[in-house]
């Protein structure tokens, strides 16, 4: 992992030593407990035998309470010592059987040698505070641990690897070049044109703008990533629109029956298509109807209709097409997938050859439409390239974005000379600002909340 620039904060409360439950509370075959700070080694030698262990390998010990009198647990214990931790810190790892009673005498003894539990994320934190990882692979972590899909975790990967720190460093060291170009500019004001064309530096800011945009072109992308596209299937009841869930799902989860209108409500499911995390989302049929219930179930077909990045019309003939498509008419700005369902039946009456054919009984199409699908989410988000970093968070795009219209209003003023080459250039400071703040060069206490809040204990 690149180590991050220095950090301008220094680690508060350095010396106190914080312990945590790294894997979930419950029953399981391991929990582990780590400890990090100065005093880990300390605490550990109270409690553990044999003492002291050789760095970076798992030695099995017997863990005790008390100085040694009452056996805890057997274990296999890592020592990491500082700085080459994950924390940059003196780290103590335990991994010890798993339930809810051991791991939790183990962490009491420690605590009461005089470790204290740790906040949510504050491993990371201090990992970031003493230049092990920067901000935004500290995010890539969090990213990791929530990924639920392969486009999810691939992202979170490549960010941990440092590709979105590095893409932020070179566009940060492009923009202090330019700097440093009109420092010189100003110190030169009486030759010509100054000793730096201006048109050279204009066409750095160009660059420069043309790679913040790429980067906020993923915005679209990120967002699909982290929350997964919305499916919406569409249909008349009975048209075997709960069959098709099923089928995409490749489990049984809906109520799937051949009485009309008994999909009361929508179902959420979680699939992938070859590049994009799908929610899957089955509504009641789109029919006008008196049954309270069902109409329920019409209009949370309608929300979700609105929100939908792909809708699949469901007929399983020319009529039931016909008519999802009228129902559908005004209703959502997404593409729309028209499927002939039950192919395995054969059709009544002719029916356009645009729909995408698919049988939940044989199998038949499934994969031409979730290859569909993804066709059209790659043309709505933009393709994902594997050169550029995919920005994941709020926080990523705010900064990306102040970086871009900073550095747009010093091309202006450049361009119409219509501020003094100083003035102009505190635009470029901001940028290059908005881009520190990104990476943790400037890391305040705020972004660090900001950035650790979500993260689980022991993390
Ligand atoms: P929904 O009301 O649109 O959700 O429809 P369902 O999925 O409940 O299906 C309605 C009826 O059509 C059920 O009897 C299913 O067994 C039947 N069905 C669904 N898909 C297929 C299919 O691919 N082939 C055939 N032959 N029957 C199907």
């Known amino acids: 992992m690149t180590p991050s620039p220095v950090l301008t904060e220094s680690l508060a409360g350095g010396q106190d030593t914080i312990v945590a439950l790294a894997t979930p509370p419950g029953r399981g075959a391991i929990s582990v407990v780590r400890m990090s700070g100065g005093l880990a080694t300390v605490i550990a030698a109270r409690s553990i035998t044999p003492w002291p262990l050789e760095p970076r390998r798992a030695t099995l010990c017997r863990i005790s ?3 040694g009198k ?7 214990v890592t020592v990491f010592v500082a700085p080459d931790s994950f924390t940059g810190e003196d780290i103590v790892e335990i991994s010890g059987h798993g339930g809810l009673y051991v791991p939790a005498l183990v962490m009491e003894t420690f605590v009461s040698h005089g470790a204290r539990v740790a906040l ?3 491993f990371t934190r201090r990992a970031v505070l003493n230049g092990k990882l920067d901000v935004t692979q500290a995010e890539a972590i969090g990213d990791l641990v929530d990924a639920r899909s392969a486009a999810m975790h691939r992202t979170a ?4 690897d440092g590709g979105l720190s590095r893409r932020i460093t070179s566009l940060r060291e492009a923009l202090i070049s330019i ?7 100003i110190d030169f004001p009486e030759e010509d044109d100054g000793p730096v064309p201006r048109d050279r530096i204009a066409g750095e800011v160009e660059l420069l703008l043309s790679s913040l945009d790429a980067l906020l ?3 679209a992308a990120g967002e699909m990533i982290r929350e997964g596209a919305i499916i919406v299937i569409a249909g008349l009841p009975n048209v075997g629109k709960s069959s098709l869930f099923n089928a995409l799902l490749g489990q049984s989860r809906a109520i799937v029956t051949d009485v009309p209108g008994t999909t009361r409500d929508a179902i959420e499911a979680f699939v ?7 929610r899957l989302v089955d509504t009641a049929g789109l029919r006008e109807t008196s049954d309270t219930v069902e109409r329920i179930g019409i209009e949370v077909s309608e929300r979700y209709l609105t929100r939908a990045d792909v809708v699949l019309a469901c007929g399983d003939s020319a009529e039931s097409l016909s008519a999802v498509t009228d129902a559908l008419y005004g209703k959502t700005e997404a593409p729309i997938i028209a499927v002939r369902t039950k192919s395995d039946i054969p059709d009544q009456e002719k029916i356009r050859s645009s729909v995408i054919r698919v049988s939940a009984e044989t199998g038949t199409g499934l994969k031409e439409l979730l290859t569909e699908i993804d066709h059209l989410l790659s043309v709505e988000a933009g393709p994902l390239r594997p050169d550029i970093p995919v920005l994941t968070k709020s926080r990523q795009i705010f900064a990306i974005q102040r970086a871009r219209d900073e550095t747009k209003a010093f091309g202006n003023a450049w361009r119409d000379r219509h501020l003094p080459a100083p003035v102009a250039a505190v635009h470029l400071r901001s940028a290059a600002g908005a881009l520190e703040e990104l990476i ?12 650790f809040s979500s993260f689980c204990v022991g993390k």
Request: charged letters at 25%.
């Open 440 to 451: 943790g060069a400037v890391s305040t206490d705020d972004v660090l909340d900001r950035v």
């Open 157 to 160: 990967l490549a960010q941990l």
């Open 65 to 67: 309470a008390l100085d």
């Open 272 to 278: 992938e298509s070859e590049s994009w995390p799908l």
């Open 120 to 122: 949510p994320g504050e």
């Open 179 to 185: 700097e440093a170009l009109i420092a010189y500019d």
């Open 70 to 76: 009452q056996a805890l647990d057997r274990a296999l």
């Open 217 to 219: 072109a993923t915005v």
